[in-house]
């Protein structure tokens, strides 16, 4: 019996519904009004981070590699995101050669297949132990030369080779 109690207090109490308040307006508003501006902002909101635009390295009928951001990856170390489209009939592989980060020669960890036709989204990766190495706290400048060849026929000519600089 003071079981079957308990069963019907919880019962009572899941079925009644709680009145929240609200704070929306129910104000109409004309089109074009202006709005107010929130002159007391919630304290925690976080600074945004400054948007990356997109950088193209090169963009043909063949290939186009565009870098889209940049980041501290906490495992991989410092990693540039890069956009990938073969547009040839052959599996193409990306790599860079003479990559230097302010200044200082470091080599990522990268190399991307790209099957015919297709796109990828691909991350080129330097160990955070080589930018120790060279002094590096803040990479303020990626100098490099992005090869793209045919992965199937080494002797085949290079589909691009070209040297960039970016500064993320």
Same mark, same amino acid.
């Given at each position: 019996?003071?079981?079957?109690?308990? *069963? $019907?207090?919880? +019962?009572?109490?899941?079925?009644? /519904? #709680?009145?929240? %308040?609200?704070?929306? @307006?129910?104000?109409?508003?004309?089109?074009?009004?202006? *709005? $107010?501006?929130? +002159?007391?902002?919630?304290?925690? /909101? #976080?600074?945004? %981070?400054?948007?990356? @635009?997109?950088?193209?390295?090169?963009?043909?009928?063949?290939i186009c590699v565009k870098?889209?951001?940049?980041?501290?990856?906490?495992?991989?170390?410092?990693?540039?995101?890069?956009f990938l489209e073969n547009?040839?009939?052959?599996?193409?592989?990306?790599?860079?050669?003479?990559?230097?980060?302010?200044?200082?020669?470091?080599?990522?960890?990268?190399?991307?297949?790209?099957?015919?036709?297709?796109?990828?989204?691909?991350?080129?990766?330097?160990?955070?132990?080589?930018?120790?190495?060279?002094?590096?706290?803040?990479?303020?400048?990626?100098?490099?030369?992005?090869?793209?060849?045919?992965?199937?026929?080494?002797?085949?000519?290079?589909?691009?080779?070209?040297?960039?600089?970016?500064?993320?």
């Amino acid at each position: 019996s003071v079981l079957a109690v308990m *069963v $019907a207090l919880t +019962l009572v109490a899941c079925s009644g /519904t #709680a009145e929240l %308040p609200t704070t929306e @307006s129910t104000a109409p508003v004309a089109p074009n009004a202006p *709005v $107010a501006p929130n +002159l007391n902002p919630p304290e925690t /909101t #976080a600074p945004q %981070p400054d948007a990356f @635009s997109p950088i193209v390295l090169i963009d043909n009928e063949d290939i186009c590699v565009k870098i889209t951001g940049a980041e501290n990856d906490p495992i991989w170390g410092y990693t540039l995101k890069v956009f990938l489209e073969n547009r040839t009939d052959k599996e193409l592989m990306f790599t860079v050669d003479n990559v230097s980060l302010n200044r200082f020669m470091c080599d990522p960890f990268w190399a991307e297949s790209v099957a015919a036709g297709m796109k990828s989204n691909s991350s080129i990766y330097w160990f955070e132990s080589a930018l120790e190495e060279n002094g590096i706290s803040d990479v303020e400048e990626i100098s490099l030369t992005l090869r793209v060849y045919d992965s199937k026929d080494f002797s085949a000519e290079d589909v691009f080779q070209g040297s960039f600089t970016i500064n993320p």
